[in-house]
């Protein structure tokens, strides 16, 4: 994770009532398939878990990605984000980035 000097960190608050939260809730899933799962099957999970938003109200948008840790490196050094950044950054009092690799379970 970059942190920029100009832009502080978010501290974290652990919200213990919902019913407190005046804003969007995310919720992010973070998973690996195991070893020897088909592309296929992947692919059909993944339908059916965005399908989820058709049937569950509260459900308001669905995303995923494959990407990797070269994935980001590479998104975070092109000219583009890097011109992006520097606009966004002036505008943003703090701002919070998370990048995660899911760890196998022992």
């Known amino acids: 994770m970059v942190c920029n000097k100009r832009r502080p960190m978010l501290s974290l608050q652990m919200v213990t009532d919902m019913d407190q939260v005046n804003f969007t ?7 690996k398939f195991n070893e ?13 878990y965005a399908d989820l938003s058709n049937h569950i109200e509260q459900i308001q948008s669905f995303e995923w990605g494959k990407d990797t ?19 966004l950054s002036t505008t943003l009092e703090k701002v919070v ?10």
């Open 25 to 31: 809730a995310k919720h992010i899933v973070l998973a």
């Open 36 to 48: 020897g799962v088909e592309e296929g099957e992947i692919e059909r999970l993944i339908r059916d």
């Open 69 to 87: 840790l070269e994935d980001r490196s590479a998104y975070g050094a092109h000219p583009a984000h890097v011109k992006f950044d520097t606009q």
């Open 97 to 106: 980035v998370i990048d995660y690799v899911p760890r196998p379970e022992p």
